[in-house]
């Protein structure tokens, strides 16, 4: 098979010295960081879409790049160039993992039938090369908002019969999942939610989505996949609401419907921002209630109101990101590039350039979120914050030994109660700007 990307060598780790754009200047893959190794803290998964679909399309002009590797666009040629495009991309870059939605991996036929003939071809391919390679799927999913039927939304769909070609796009893209040995299933609820609740029965879209998702566990189950599946939280686009709004959203949501044991959450960084959070604060939602499974790694633009999925350049986020991810003792998941180029950058290159600095911020920021750990100034100010609670009337709250008469007489005999502390959130700053820039 003919090289692709020619010109293009293995990506290798140089350190921060290097001036070789084509080169790793913080991710060491062997690099040992608290106990694991760099790559097993970081299962880096390369995004179908954006980096064999995409081209750089969007809502002013046509695309910018030309991902056609050699072959007609939308053809089952086509479909197969891309896979070996993909491989060739991910064993130069020592990418390990890989995740698709069914209409990434093989183009869609108004047949359904048809389009799942096509699947199988195209994931026997996959399935080919995962052996040859050792690179696998991180996760799969159904693209359940691009076709027109799902312009109400799959699971949330006014619609019974859009309600079953969603089950059937599931259904589909499990078996797949299951035959490239994914970890995970995602449901992204692209557009499941409304444009106004002038036209929308929110319970009845809401039971049925847990419904979809109980049908999906069962099958998923029924035919060996052990992994976990997913919600991807997101706030808002393509819809002006959507329900699962972010991590705490979701959760509710998930218990409420009894989904919980079979679902964790897969955290995009841009989907946070646009809920109003930062990364860091949906991935601590997701990790103290036992429900962070994955990452999509990728950046926002704070002037922007949209999801304009960057490679993730921000540092202090990415530390901030590594610091939740430790503190949780790791995801089981992986940390997928749901990131695309700007569409001035519209080379082969480029493509490496933006996983070349999508890699290096997680590795840097794994290295100084556990520099902050290993520096223990932040964590001992936290234990040192609550510590009124490890002892005396504190420690009886916590161990549900008290109740509002006993608390009520402790408050009159104190009078008047001293402050609680300083935050010194300035000085817990200047501390972690001394980590990052010693
Ligand atoms: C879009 C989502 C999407 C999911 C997969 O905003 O991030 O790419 O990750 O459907
Ligand atoms: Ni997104
Ligand atoms: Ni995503």
């Keep these: 098979m003919s090289e692709i990307f020619k010109g293009i060598p293995k990506v290798s780790y140089e350190g921060p010295e290097s001036k070789n754009p084509l080169a790793f200047k913080y991710y060491d893959a062997d690099r040992v960081i608290l106990g694991k190794k760099m790559s097993e803290h970081l299962p880096f998964a390369m995004a179908w879409w ?6 750089g399309t969007d809502m002013f002009g046509t ?11 939308g ?24 995740c698709f939605h069914d209409v990434d991996i093989a183009p869609e036929d108004q047949d359904i039938n048809k389009w799942q003939k096509n699947l199988d071809e195209i994931s026997d391919h996959i399935l080919e090369k995962s052996k040859e390679t ?27 019969d859009v309600f079953c070609f969603a089950a059937a796009q599931v259904k589909k893209a499990l078996d797949l999942t ?11 609820g692209g557009r499941e939610g409304y444009e106004t609740l002038l036209n929308t029965d929110v319970k009845l879209e809401q039971e049925n989505i847990a419904k979809l998702m109980h049908m999906a566990v ?30 705490a959203t979701a959760i509710g949501f998930l218990r409420q419907y009894g989904l919980d044991k079979d679902f964790k959450l897969n955290i995009e960084a841009n989907h946070a921002t646009l809920a109003g959070h930062t990364f860091q604060h949906d991935l601590r939602i997701a990790a103290i209630n036992g429900m962070l499974g994955s ?42 590039f749901d990131a695309k180029n700007r569409r001035p950058s519209y080379t082969m290159e480029d493509m490496f350039y933006g996983y070349i600095l999508g890699m290096d911020s997680f590795a840097l920021g794994l290295i ?53 502390g300083s935050g010194r959130q300035e000085y817990l700053e200047s501390v972690f700007n001394s980590v990052m820039f010693k």
Excluded at 63 to 73: E, H, I, N, V, Y
Excluded at 147 to 152: I, K, L, S, Y
Excluded at 404 to 418: D, I, Q
């Design 178 to 188: 299951v035959k490239l040995g994914g970890r995970g299933y995602v449901f992204w």
């Design 218 to 247: 069962d099958y998923g189950r029924s035919i060996g996949f052990t992994g976990d599946f997913y919600i991807e939280p997101k706030p808002k686009e393509p819809m002006k609401h959507q329900y699962d709004f972010d991590a």
């Design 50 to 55: 954006h980096n064999l679909c995409a081209n």
């Design 75 to 98: 053809t089952m040629e086509h479909a197969h160039k891309k896979v070996d495009a993909g491989f060739e991309f991910m064993q130069k870059l020592g990418i390990e993992y890989f």
């Design 63 to 73: 695309g910018t790049a030309d991902k056609s590797f050699g072959s007609a666009l």
């Design 368 to 420: 100084k979120a556990a520099e902050i750990i290993e520096d223990g100034r932040i964590d001992e100010f936290i234990k040192e914050r609550y510590k009124s609670y490890s002892e005396g009337i504190g420690k009886k709250i916590r161990d549900g030994k008290t109740d509002l008469k006993e608390l009520a007489e402790y408050a009159s005999k104190l009078g008047t109660p001293a402050l609680p």
């Design 134 to 160: 050792g690179i696998k799927d991180l996760w799969g999913t159904a693209n359940m908002f691009n076709n027109p039927r799902f312009m109400n939304g799959a699971g949330s769909s006014n619609s019974a």
């Design 295 to 336: 990452i999509d790694a990728n950046q926002g633009d704070y002037l922007l109101g949209w999801d304009t999925d960057e490679f993730p350049f921000n540092v202090y986020e990415t530390t901030l990101a590594m610091y939740e991810v430790l503190k949780a003792g790791g995801v089981t998941g992986g940390f997928n």
